[in-house]
């Protein structure tokens, strides 16, 4: 049972690291940039949308470009709050070795 026991202490300590996390990821600011500039987005590590800029000259441009840089400014964003949130999980994980899980 002491094998159980220190799974056990290894998964409370695992859980607070990753709370520990999360908050840190939620103070960090990512800064996308699109359309030279016309869209800035800021997102925290976390993935939640702080703040939108649009260019007012921009918004004068074709809808469909407007829309397309918008959405790629988007999604680049997400994309970079993830790979921060996946790297600082696995530095988590990897310090954790659970017998016969992983």
Not at 49 to 67: G, H, I, M, S
Not at 90 to 96: G, L
């Amino acid at each position: 049972m002491a094998g159980v026991g220190k799974l056990l202490k290894q998964a409370q300590k695992m859980q607070k690291q990753i709370e520990q996390m999360q908050s840190s990821l939620e103070a960090q600011v990512i800064d996308v940039s699109s359309g030279g500039g016309a869209v800035q987005i800021k997102i925290n590590g976390a993935g939640k949308f702080v703040a939108l800029t649009l260019d007012p000259e921009f918004l004068k441009e074709d809808r469909k470009l407007v829309e397309d840089t918008i959405l790629s400014a988007v999604q680049e964003a997400a994309q970079k709050a993830k790979e921060r949130n996946d790297a600082e999980m696995q530095k988590i994980s990897s310090a954790f070795q659970m017998p016969g899980m992983f």
